[in-house]
């Protein structure tokens, strides 16, 4: 009788460079839960022996976090270059896993109170600047992951922290599935002037593996895509402007309408970040983001309005030189229709005149 061998796991094995080649869904679910697993007794032991110094603590914390970086990087990566139902499937069973072990590991209360040890201790004078700011980092990354929370809090931020993550998944899925689901097919070659060789080869492949089999780069047809190189090369290269607009609106109102539609799911990681916001007594979750940058929600709008301030007498000439141009007002309001943008500021304020076709007039600066 034969003896079965179990095939390594390359998601488990020590490599320098990501095993991309090697590593399929069938990995994830094994991989993550024995990675997990093995870094659950390590946080254990971490916690049972820490001590407050930069060997003891620092040194292996970075081994556990890294470890689980690397690996969920890369089934990240694998899944937006070589997207497939099992692997999605394979990641959704794994993350809630994946999630809890960050937050208990965020929420250790032995490893946070080393932390500030170390910041108390008479050793933080002679710490260099970057091993100083690690520390305050990670004192203030625990605080942000609710070590500091009742335990009714911190269980209704880590139900908010699962949900996130969940709906960032299906945010990134829905991009994904959005962008593989476009494609523009041209058999006219004036349509796609000024494409390089290279672009016209790529999109006549895949022009090819779409069913168009006798598609060339000299003759088409061509299959323009919203994947970076072919959507980069015609903003880039090509001279039709009609072509690159299509190509331009489609890719910025990606998984924007349809059964791909974020709209709901943006709205309820608004709404989620808020109420994590809440929790760490933050007013709002500008506050929070800023909490571990050396900027402040103030001084980022303080930038903001001084750009703003900059930039708005050479941007009321460049719009009064553009909507002066028009031959009416309802060529203005197809740009507003086109822009949407435009409806939300007050910049802009457009009156027809039985006299003249257009008469614009823009508020000043202040």
Not at 46 to 52: F, S
Not at 199 to 210: D, E, N, V
């Amino acid at each position: 009788m034969a003896t079965i061998v179990d095939e390594p796991n390359p998601l488990l094995q020590d490599f320098e460079f990501p095993p991309f080649d090697v590593v399929e869904d069938k990995h994830v679910r094994p991989g993550i839960r024995t990675l997990l697993k093995n870094l659950e007794s390590d946080l254990e032991e971490l916690e049972r022996t820490v001590e407050p110094s930069w060997p003891k603590l620092v040194e292996p914390l970075e081994k556990i976090t890294d470890q689980l970086t690397i690996v969920w990087s890369m089934i990240n990566h694998l899944k937006a270059v070589k997207d497939s139902p099992e692997l999605r499937a394979a990641i959704e069973e794994v993350q809630p896993e994946k999630v809890k072990f960050l937050l208990r590991l965020g929420q250790s209360k032995p490893i946070y109170d080393a932390f500030k040890a170390i910041q108390d201790s008479p050793q933080w004078s002679s710490l260099s600047d970057a091993q100083r700011r690690i520390v305050e980092s990670q004192i203030k990354e625990a605080v942000l992951s609710g070590v500091a929370l009742d335990d009714d809090k911190r269980e209704q931020f880590n139900k908010i922290e699962q949900e996130l993550e969940r709906l960032s998944q299906k945010f990134e899925e829905n991009v994904l599935d959005a962008t593989k689901k476009f494609e523009k097919l041209i058999t006219d070659k004036k349509d796609i002037e000024g494409l390089p060789a290279t672009s016209l080869g790529l999109a006549a492949q895949t022009a090819a593996s779409r069913g168009h089999a006798d598609a060339t780069a000299e003759n088409g047809p061509w299959i323009i895509t919203l994947d970076a190189p072919s959507f980069m090369s015609v903003m880039q290269h090509a001279t039709n402007r009609g072509l690159r607009e299509e190509i331009y609106r489609a890719y910025v109102t990606r998984a924007s309408s349809g059964d791909l539609n974020n709209t709901a799911i943006i709205d309820e990681i608004l709404k989620l970040r808020m109420e994590k916001a809440k929790l760490l007594n933050y007013n709002n979750y500008a506050e929070v983001s800023m909490a571990t940058k050396m900027a402040t929600v103030e001084k980022a709008e303080e930038l903001l309005e001084k750009l703003r301030v900059a930039s708005w007498d050479a941007a009321v000439q460049v719009t009064t030189h553009l909507f002066s141009s028009m031959s009416s007002a309802s060529s203005i309001r197809a740009i507003i229709k086109n822009l949407p943008c435009l409806q939300y500021f007050p910049l802009y304020y457009f009156h027809h005149n039985a006299n003249t076709n257009l008469l614009l007039s823009v508020p000043s600066s202040s």
